[in-house]
């Protein structure tokens, strides 16, 4: 009877949230969660490598450079690489009769950073920095790194090549001094906490949580936000500060399990980033059965393990994503794709986010078939649509700030009428850094790059809530967005079905 009552709760839910899938429809999303142990034995991908050479590749060359398993976890990048690079090769007027191609650095990355952990080691808290490094190669390639800062920062600390960074920005990689040959193509989040702010306080949620890290970034959102919380009424119940270090974490664990747990707040902001203390701190409320109206950031676009479900609308991480365009092309690239010429199973992309196959959830009949046992073949009739998330939309957009910055030394080098191989690799890696920090650009979904990253930007962020339903299917609706720039009453947008279907604002 349990069972039956569980399985009725959780068909329900799933066919309410299709309703309001139906009534937004460019703006839902379904993913099916990865099995806790498929990637245990394999290796993480650290980094990209772009090169321009001056002939067409064979069609076997992905194949021999692409020689091991990359974990499913990492496989939207490798898409996007394949996709990016495919575009910009076939595009007459930004790399002329030049082939750009890449290769990556995988297998053995994590004997790589454990090296790089010898040589970078910590004193009183600060990165110990080698000063000296040699090459003896004469042109520059351009490394794409992310998602993670810290492992980028090791990266860039045993380089001197012109190094992208596709994950969320991070005021860490910002050393100029030490590190002029890194650059971050993610938007800041400047007006993030004035966005979360804006969504409780249209909920009227004035008695709320904060986890953070216990790092710089951590500390400045902290104080960004309570100084807005305050400017709005909204008091903060708790702070907890989540230690870096995993030694320091355990001894305060139950501290921190206590405070969520026995807290009347029951909307809890979480900022920082994943495969950290913090995500281990909130895997342990997961398991613990804390249920709370979680606000974070996309990084954290995450499916539970729960196995009970309720029919709360706000049943789910609500999450706050840069806006990005669709590109229409990467549905044809990847239903068309060459898989003699790139070396990839189309199917891995049922672990993301893809577009909802509306004509499906229109269909009563087809709706009526969806059980607990057979998520698979429900989705099965879903077409593979993937939508990319913040951190391959970066990685889409680095390898255009890459094409970019070569077109323009190239055609400094033709107007100069110096040649690539009579410039030291140093000198070359210099002039390409250089070039790329002051890179703006229209991407060819009509999107404004700007490598310069001035503060006022408005950057816009899309407002998402999500659903976990039996066997690891999760669903993403878009409920709302804020735009900085906009007169302040019209920053904030709440869909209206939403609110229709609350029947108001509060909870």
Same mark, same amino acid.
Not at 14 to 35: D, G, H, P, V, Y
Not at 184 to 198: N, R, W
Not at 256 to 277: F, L, R
């Given at each position: ?330 549905? *044809? &690239?990847?239903?068309?794709? !060459?898989?003699? =010429?790139?070396?990839?199973?189309? +199917?891995?992309?049922? #672990? %993301? $986010?893809?577009?909802? *196959? &509306?004509?499906?959830?229109? !269909?009563?009949? =087809?709706?009526?078939?969806?059980? +607990?046992?057979?998520? #698979? %073949? $429900? ?41 690539v191989e009579h410039n030291r690799y140093f000198t070359a890696c210099q002039q390409v850094s250089s070039l790329m920090k002051t890179r703006v650009f229209t991407n060819p979904v009509g999107e404004l790059v700007n490598m310069k990253h001035r503060e006022n930007q408005c950057t816009e962020y899309d407002i998402f809530i999500i659903w976990n339903f039996p066997q690891g299917l999760g669903l993403k609706l878009k409920i709302g967005s804020y735009i900085p720039c906009f007169p302040k009453s019209q920053q904030l947008h709440i869909s209206d079905d939403l609110e229709w279907a609350m029947g108001g604002t509060s909870i």
């Open positions: 009877m349990k069972k039956l009552c569980a399985f009725t709760i959780s068909f329900l839910s799933l066919k309410f949230s299709l309703i309001l899938c139906c009534l937004t429809e460019a703006s839902c999303f379904w993913r099916i969660k990865n099995s806790e142990d498929s990637d245990g034995d394999l290796q993480r991908e650290c980094h990209f490598y772009l090169w321009v050479i001056d002939k067409p590749i064979e069609d076997n060359f992905y194949n021999s450079v692409l020689n091991f398993r990359i974990s499913a976890s990492e496989y939207e990048f490798l898409l996007v690489m394949f996709f990016a690079t495919d575009e910009i090769n076939k595009n007459p007027y930004l790399l002329p009769n030049i082939t750009l191609i890449f290769s990556i650095v995988g297998g053995h990355c994590h004997d790589l950073l454990r090296g790089l952990d010898q040589s970078y080691t910590q004193i009183n808290g600060r990165v110990n920095f080698v000063n000296y490094f040699c090459y003896l190669d004469d042109s520059c390639n351009i490394g794409l790194t992310g998602p993670s800062w810290k492992k980028s920062l090791k990266l860039a600390m045993d380089s001197s090549i012109p190094m992208v960074f596709f994950g969320p920005f991070n005021p860490n990689l910002r050393d100029h001094d030490r590190l002029p040959h890194v650059h971050q193509v993610a938007p800041k989040d400047t007006h993030l906490s004035h966005g979360m702010v804006s969504l409780m306080f249209h909920f009227r949620w004035t008695w709320i949580g904060l986890v953070i890290s216990d790092d710089d970034q951590g500390i400045q959102f902290l104080s960004d936000l309570r100084e807005e919380s305050q400017r709005h009424g909204i008091c903060l119940a708790f702070v907890n500060m989540i230690p870096e270090n995993m030694q320091i974490y355990m001894t305060r664990a139950t501290i921190y399990d206590k405070q969520i747990m026995t807290s009347s707040a029951k909307v809890v902001i979480i900022y920082g980033e994943m495969n950290s203390t913090l995500e281990v701190s909130f895997r342990r409320w997961e398991d613990l059965g804390a249920r709370r109206i979680w606000i974070t950031t996309s990084q954290w676009d995450i499916i539970l393990n729960k196995n009970e479900f309720t029919l709360n609308l706000f049943h789910g991480p609500i999450t706050f994503a840069h806006h990005k365009v669709e590109i229409p092309k990467l549905r *044809n &690239f990847m239903q068309t794709m !060459n898989t003699a =010429k790139y070396p990839v199973d189309i +199917s891995h992309t049922i #672990l %993301e $986010w893809n577009y909802f *196959n &509306f004509s499906i959830s229109k !269909n009563s009949s =087809k709706m009526d078939l969806f059980t +607990s046992n057979n998520t #698979l %073949e $429900w989705t099965a009739l879903h077409n593979y649509d993937m939508a990319m998330s913040d951190e391959g939309y970066n990685l889409y957009n680095a390898v255009y700030v890459a094409a970019h910055t070569y077109h323009e030394h190239i055609l400094q080098q033709v107007e100069s009428q110096k040649k």
